[in-house]
């Protein structure tokens, strides 16, 4: 049992520590509502002019984003439309698709809550929040499926490129447990 909880603390931390760093990835945001700025630390955050793009760190543009002043431009959106599109492809490929992004989990998971924002604030109906979650489930138990195969062997060069970051680190705990039972029996 001691081992288990050592393994899932340690994976814990390591899925906390990705989801910091995509926390830092730059996203394009579009200003909806002019606002003069400020400074914080010595770093400036605006102003901002009404439709004009601007490239924040994810963390830094979620605030502005809750706040109404922002919103996330087209390129970079990630909505329950955006995830079902991604689950059906999922769904009808028995690969693990290869996305351009490697944070691609951490991204449906951290817009997540800017699909929150917007069913409080009745930009969007409750139901396109279901959605969402309904779909990221869907995506989540078949990407895991996909793992739970590659897992039985060692990946890849080409399985390895379609892997997102947080399932690199899932795939290499996972194959080491299946590795350690196999070799005990």
């Known amino acids: 049992?001691?081992?288990?909880?050592?393994?899932?603390?340690?994976?814990?931390?390591?899925?906390?520590?990705?989801?910091?760093?995509f926390r830092n990835e730059i996203i394009v945001t579009e200003c909806i509502k002019n606002f003069k700025g400020f400074s914080v630390l010595g770093e400036s955050f605006g102003p901002f002019?009404?439709?004009?793009k601007y490239k924040l760190k994810l963390f830094s543009a979620i605030h502005?984003?809750?706040?109404?002043?922002l919103k996330v431009a087209l390129i970079d959106k990630c909505d329950n439309i955006d995830v079902q599109?991604?689950?059906?492809e999922e769904r009808d490929?028995?690969?693990l698709i290869k996305?351009?992004?490697r944070f691609f989990l951490n991204k449906i998971r951290e817009f997540k809550r800017l699909m929150e924002n917007e069913i409080e604030k009745n930009n969007k109906p409750k139901i396109d929040f279901d959605r969402y979650n309904s779909y990221t489930s869907n995506i989540i138990d078949a990407?895991?499926?996909k793992l739970l195969k590659l897992s039985?062997?060692?990946?890849?060069l080409e399985d390895e490129r379609r892997l997102t970051n947080s399932e690199m680190i899932f795939y290499k705990y996972l194959y080491n447990l299946v590795k350690i039972w196999r070799d005990f029996f």
Do not use: C, H, T, W
Not at 49 to 52: I, M, N
């Open 1 to 21: 049992m001691y081992l288990l909880e050592q393994i899932k603390v340690s994976l814990a931390n390591s899925l906390n520590r990705l989801n910091f760093i």
């Open 49 to 52: 002019e009404e439709s004009k």
């Open 64 to 69: 502005f984003i809750e706040k109404g002043i």
């Open 85 to 88: 599109r991604y689950a059906m």
């Open 93 to 95: 490929d028995p690969r």
């Open 99 to 101: 996305r351009i992004n």
């Open 143 to 145: 990407r895991l499926l």
């Open 152 to 156: 039985l062997s060692e990946l890849s």
